[in-house]
């Protein structure tokens, strides 16, 4: 299993990035789909998740400026990013519960490497 991660970059204050993260591989189904982010010096926190069914959920730092979107015949998890600040600066990472068709039950965690967004002010 692969996930893949792009669209970070660099941004000034106040702009919008786009990030995607797409599942391949011997994946039966994928449940919760999320971003995560790790900032320097800091742990890594939840951004914003969304089910299978399609209900979001958003860490308080980031309601009213991301949204978090899923297409489930791509096995893709989006994270629009609006009014951007430099204290969203970090590396995002995207997560995804699946569960392979070798274990069609049993649901696992993967992670994606990471792609880097950095906000000037």
């Known amino acids: 299993v692969q996930l893949q991660a792009s669209g970070g970059g660099l941004v000034q204050a106040g702009g919008s990035l786009r990030l995607s993260c797409a599942a391949s591989g011997n994946i039966f189904r994928v449940n919760v789909m999320g971003w995560y982010r790790q900032a320097p010096g800091k742990q890594r926190e939840l951004v914003a998740d969304i089910t299978g069914g399609g209900i979001p959920n958003y860490a308080d730092s980031v309601k009213g400026r991301f949204t978090i979107s899923r297409d489930n015949a791509k096995n893709t998890v989006y994270l629009q990013m609006n009014s951007l600040n430099p204290e969203d600066t970090a590396v995002y990472y995207c997560?995804?519960?699946?569960?392979?068709?070798?274990?069609?039950?049993?649901?696992?965690?993967?992670w994606g490497q990471g792609t880097l967004v950095t906000v000037s002010s």
């Open positions: 997560k995804a519960r699946l569960s392979l068709y070798t274990g069609p039950f049993y649901y696992t965690d993967y």
